[in-house]
């Protein structure tokens, strides 16, 4: 393992990395860096959590120079993904003068076209990016490095023709680095036509096997939610991740987890720009917090320090299910990864777990007491509404509901107020 210093670094970023307390390189670190700082052309076959920011990251910052116009460009699927990534470029560059500009839709352009006036770095998402050209407030004719993060998603996402327009307004001569979690056709045809012999470079996750614990529950629909609440209070957590498989329902697990006095919000993609973040800044800003979340509209965020994911519906394949668990067990530290299955989920969770059930332990189901929860409508189709065997705790009147309750601790849960 090299460190920092041996990839050549300059005093300046190695200050940064060490005020963010980042010691030594990851496994995509140590390759790529040293191969983009010689102006080779990458392909990073990478998850998030792998330290892939850092990985562009740090060749963008050495190679630009400030004051002498746009000169990198790093473009990703989503506009969450565009804010974590520049703000990650801000604090890696935090000892230089260089400007790092976001530009996504959803909020107002005049704001955007006056910081690109003395933008060195750009992150965007593809959409806006396009719409600053036909307006001719993006200069993309002194491009030195453009970024492809996320490449897989963007065009699952419909944004290859997007991306293409881009790439043919930059400079033939410059380097491109593309990110991908796999390697889609779409990938392959980039790599052909814009790259110049791209190294292919892979590195895992920054998930410590040894360090993660995955258990599943085998519990009636109509109890799952009982149960995630009473994991929830018996289990000693930090951030939480729950995920949901429709935005509806991550809006109704989230809404139903307030009621009951959990710091709980939702992030899926029918939230717009201001609310969204508004539930990412809530969340950074939460010593405990619950976040719950569709796979599209997580995928690509690296938020640190998850104790907890949650599979409130088991996702439909394996790359997903991998998805969620990486988000904890990081960094070294302990995470467990919950899954609560009801009949449902059984054909998906057969085959993600084909190879590897001897890691998962299935839990005996604890006594929990059955909670209801509230429907957006009248449709009683996944409601805590029936009665479970009596072992579970049985059924409890619509009067009793704990909302208010204040006999068992849980990290997560918010203070009553005072009246």
């Given amino acids: ?7 050549g670094l300059s005093q300046d970023l190695l200050k940064a990395l060490d005020e963010m307390e980042l010691t030594e390189p990851t496994e995509i670190q140590e390759k790529v860096i040293p191969l983009a700082m010689k102006d080779q052309d990458i392909i990073g076959g990478s998850a998030t959590g792998s330290g892939k920011t850092l990985a562009f990251g740090a060749p963008i910052i ?14 990703t699927p989503t ?33 955007q076209m006056r910081a690109l006036r003395r933008a060195d770095i750009v992150v965007a998402t593809p959409g806006r990016v396009l719409d600053h050209i036909s307006r001719k407030t993006i200069d993309l004719s002194k491009i030195k490095i453009l970024v492809l993060d996320e490449a897989d998603r963007m065009f699952d996402m419909g944004f290859i023709h997007d991306v293409t327009d881009i790439i043919d307004q930059c400079p033939r001569k410059r380097q491109t680095l593309l990110f991908s979690a796999t390697i889609s056709s779409e990938v392959v045809m980039i790599s052909k036509k814009y790259m110049k012999d791209p190294k292919e470079i892979s590195a895992e996750p920054e998930v410590d096997p040894s360090k993660l614990k995955q258990v599943f529950y085998d519990v009636p629909s109509n109890q799952k939610f009982s149960l995630l609440v009473h994991l929830l209070e018996q289990e000693k957590s ?24 959990f710091n709980s919000m939702a992030l899926h993609g029918n939230l717009n720009q201001s609310q969204r973040s508004r539930v990412l800044d809530q969340f950074h800003k939460s010593e405990k917090f619950i976040l719950v979340c569709t796979d599209v509209a997580a995928r690509g965020l690296d938020i640190k320090g998850v104790s907890h994911v949650y599979n409130y519906e088991f996702p439909k394949t394996k790359i997903e299910y991998t998805h969620r668990i990486g988000r904890t067990a990081r960094a070294g530290k302990d995470g467990k990864a919950i899954t609560i299955l009801s009949d449902r989920d059984y054909d998906s969770f057969r085959k993600a777990t084909r190879y ?11 006594r929990f007491e059955q ?10 189709r996944g409601r805590d509404s029936g009665r479970g065997p009596r072992r579970f705790g049985g ?12 006999d068992r601790s849980s990290g997560n849960r918010r203070r009553p107020a005072r009246r």
């Fill in 62 to 75: 050495e190679k630009t120079k400030p004051g002498e116009g746009l000169q990198a460009i790093v473009l």
């Fill in 356 to 366: 590897d059930s001897a890691k998962i332990e299935n839990v005996p189901l604890p």
């Fill in 371 to 380: 909670v209801f929860i509230k429907m957006n409508d009248p449709s009683p």
């Fill in 395 to 406: 059924r409890d009147s619509r009067d009793n509901r704990r909302t208010g309750r204040s």
């Fill in 79 to 111: 506009r969450e993904l565009a804010e974590q990534v520049s703000r990650s470029l801000k604090a890696f560059s935090r000892h230089s003068t260089l400007e790092v500009v976001t530009v996504y839709g959803g909020v107002p352009i005049e704001a």
């Fill in 238 to 261: 930090g951030f939480v991740m729950i995920f949901c498989n429709t935005k509806r329902n991550a809006d109704l697990i989230s809404g139903n987890l307030e009621k009951f006095g």
């Fill in 1 to 7: 393992m090299k460190t920092f210093e041996e990839l």
